[in-house]
């Protein structure tokens, strides 16, 4: 069965500082995996995607995700934090013969000037 | 990206009534559209993915008959919520899923329908 894990509920960081929101997933075959990020009140907006390729994925907003097959790990990073960051964060994975997404429980992120 | 459209963004409404919720994808054709509802910090739950043109497959504990989901186009889905309790009460998000020529990969989100029955 798929499943994705967001081991922190909530990241602390200071503006300017670089972050990382963590995501682990388990999937039977290679793996779609997704970061999306949601404000309050919002929808989900999509950040980036691994699909296959270049292990690093570049996505919006200055946003990258580094996929480690070995680990079953697909965090997101940014090198320099904006308070405007600050919202939820989601990672998701798909199974490559499509259906469902399966999501994370979301991780809080803060940015603090 | 793609664009997807949610409206109303809000409604109130009293107990035993229907609302019904309209998702458009804008700027392409979504052969795939998810029903979501999410609990304030929580993620998602998934209830129900449609084809257009076909019956939408619910999810495990998800009653059909007080959620019915309408695939009609390519471009708009609707979620019926009937006789609506306070406990339906929540944010309704719904998202889309297009063909290979949209990177139909991904799926692209509506900004969600706060839902308050009274």
């Known amino acids: 069965a798929q499943s994705v894990a967001q081991p922190e509920d909530q990241v602390n960081v200071a503006e300017g500082n670089p972050l990382t929101v963590k995501c682990t997933y388990s999937?039977?075959?290679?793996?779609?995996l997704f970061w999306y990020v949601q404000y309050p009140n919002r929808g989900l907006q999509f950040l980036l995607k691994?699909?296959?390729?270049?292990?690093l994925v570049k996505g919006s907003y200055g946003f990258e995700a580094e996929f480690n097959k070995s680990q079953t790990s697909f965090h997101l990073k940014k090198p320099s934090a904006l308070v405007s960051d600050s919202a939820l964060y989601f990672c998701a994975v798909r199974a490559p013969a499509g259906g469902k997404l399966i999501f994370g429980q979301g991780t809080e992120l803060s940015v603090k000037p | 990206g793609a664009v997807v459209s949610q409206h109303p963004s809000w409604v109130i409404c009293k107990s035993g009534t229907s609302v019904k919720i309209e998702c458009r994808s804008l700027?392409?054709?979504?052969?795939?559209m998810f029903w979501y509802r999410q609990f304030p910090k929580q993620s998602l739950m998934l209830m129900a993915t449609s084809n257009e043109g076909s019956k939408a497959t619910y999810e495990q504990g998800v009653e059909k008959d007080k959620f019915l989901i309408n695939h009609a186009s390519l471009t708009l889905s609707t979620l019926t919520v009937t006789s609506a309790h306070p406990e339906d009460s929540s944010f309704y998000i719904c998202?889309?899923?297009?063909?290979?020529?949209?990177?139909?990969?991904?799926?692209?989100f509506g900004p969600g329908t706060r839902l308050t029955v009274l």
């Open positions: 700027d392409f054709q979504a052969t795939t």
């Open positions: 999937v039977s075959g290679n793996p779609y």
């Open positions: 691994y699909i296959t390729g270049d292990n």
């Open positions: 998202s889309a899923r297009g063909g290979t020529s949209r990177g139909g990969d991904t799926q692209y």
